[in-house]
């Protein structure tokens, strides 16, 4: 039995490092402002919720972000492009801009995978019950768009003692500088 266990126990960690319907993180960061000019819904400000049809956003998204958005993918551990980044800003969701997460709810969890401890609202994330891989999880999607995003467990930090683990292939990064730059250029015209 203990044999048995310890099986699982192997199978389940392969599963969470290797990571479900694997993405190869494709999309450069250089590439999100050509993805997002192309991209019709995408939108940091429009708080319409969307609803399309999986092979609309097929057409819309890049292959990667379509596979962890629409499919439920998730990227390998410690191969995303947020994982380790510690920049000030905000993550929107890269499928359709929406705000989810700001940079100073972001901590350092060693899990692989850009990790926050609250949300920049309640309403940019929903919530899931996910029961595959035999695992009782609570996935997080975007708020506007419903794109998989992660999952979130209850073992982060104070002040919520959550742990939102998000892939980055969904995430799209604005630093606060360059926010403020654009809002200037923006305002001056």
């Not at 073992?155 to 742990?163: E, S």
Request: with cysteine.
């Amino acid at each position: 039995m203990m044999r048995f266990i310890n099986l699982m126990a192997v199978a389940a960690l392969f599963i969470l490092s290797a990571g479900c319907n694997l993405s190869n993180n494709k999309t450069t960061i250089n590439n999100m402002d050509s993805v997002k000019k192309t991209n019709p819904v995408y939108s940091n400000t429009d708080t319409e919720k969307i609803t399309i049809a999986d092979t609309e956003w097929k057409k819309i998204l890049p292959e990667d972000v379509y596979e962890i958005a629409r499919q439920k993918g998730t990227e390998r551990a410690f191969t995303g492009k947020y994982w380790d980044a510690f920049d000030t800003g905000i993550y929107y969701c890269a499928a359709c801009g929406n705000p989810l997460f700001a940079s100073n709810g972001k901590f350092e969890s060693s899990c692989g995978w850009p990790s926050f401890f609250e949300p920049i609202t309640k309403g940019s994330i929903i919530y899931a019950p996910d029961n595959s891989y035999g695992m009782k999880r609570t996935e997080v999607m975007c708020g506007r768009c419903k794109a998989h995003l992660g999952h979130v467990f209850e073992d982060g930090p104070p002040p919520t003692g959550l742990r939102y683990c998000i892939n980055s292939v969904i995430l799209d990064f604005e630093k606060a500088k360059d926010a403020e730059k654009k809002f200037n250029n923006d305002s001056a015209k």
